[in-house]
């Protein structure tokens, strides 16, 4: 059973970083192409950074410099640094792969 369970969202004040995590089951992260996304109110869910199986990494123009995806193949987990935190990062963000996680709420204020 494939199932991804996010993780570490919470309310944090700008210029502030938060730490989201996405434990995986029943698939293993490093075989499969893995992304975040995120969607704010009223908005279209939006990619922010993704992870291919070679390890190549591609992040949106807004999270370039700021954010940082990364895997932990022991763990089987994906991870989302997201450092320098702006009001527009307010979202709740997804990890995804063949399946979409359940989400977890970043407020930044």
């Known amino acids: 059973h494939v199932q991804l369970v996010e993780s570490g969202g919470g309310s944090v004040q700008a210029g502030g970083s938060l730490r989201l995590s996405c434990a995986a089951s029943?698939?293993?992260?490093?075989?499969?192409?893995m992304a975040w996304f995120r969607q704010a109110p009223g908005k279209e869910r939006e990619a922010v950074a993704a992870v291919v199986t070679d390890g190549i990494k591609s992040y949106t123009h807004s999270a370039k410099g700021r954010f940082t995806i990364s895997r932990d193949n022991a763990k089987n987990t994906l991870y989302l640094q997201m450092n320098s935190l702006k009001t527009e990062d307010t979202a709740v963000y997804y990890c995804a792969t063949s399946v979409w996680g359940q989400g977890t709420q970043v407020t930044v204020s």
């Open positions: 029943g698939f293993t992260v490093s075989t499969y192409c």
